[in-house]
Nanobody
Framework: QVQLVESGGGLVQAGGSLRLSCAAS????????MGWFRQAPGKEREFVAA???????DYADSVKGRFTISGDNAKNTVYLQMNSLKPEDTAVYYC??????????????????????WGQGTQVTVSS
């Protein structure tokens, strides 16, 4: 079992930056693949970014070049650095984790069902 707690959300103007954090507790952090998803009002939750410690990172096309996912194993924390924010980035952002031995449909985990554990979410609002 692992518990995830997100922080760092807030209100920012278009073009600004935010860094989200996801603190994990309960098990060895490096045993998990990590991901970020987001859900805008009235929309489905969607994939944003994924990290596998042995493979690297991947991103949704909508955030490539603007967002960066990274992690600090010593702090059991994964980050999402968000730059050049746009109003369409407004959403609740969720951190997710999956044991790295679990079935994976591709090199990275892009689907919600591939993750076992979820944080409570943090609101990001980008004003125009």
């Amino acid at each position: 079992q692992v518990q995830l707690v997100e922080s760092g959300g807030g209100l920012v103007q278009a073009g600004g930056s935010l860094r989200l954090s996801c603190a994990a507790s309960g098990r060895t952090f490096s045993d998990y693949d990590m991901g970020w998803f987001r859900q805008a009002p009235g929309k489905e939750r969607e994939f944003v970014a994924a990290i596998r410690w042995s493979a690297g990172t991947d991103y949704a096309d909508s955030v490539k070049g603007r967002f960066t996912i990274s992690g600090d194993n010593a702090k059991n924390t994964v980050y999402l650095q968000m730059n050049s924010l746009k109003p369409e980035d407004t959403a609740v952002y969720y951190c997710a984790a999956a044991n790295n031995y679990r079935f994976r449909s591709g090199i990275y985990r892009y689907q919600q069902y591939e993750y076992q554990y979820w944080g409570q979410g943090t609101q990001v609002t980008v004003s125009s």
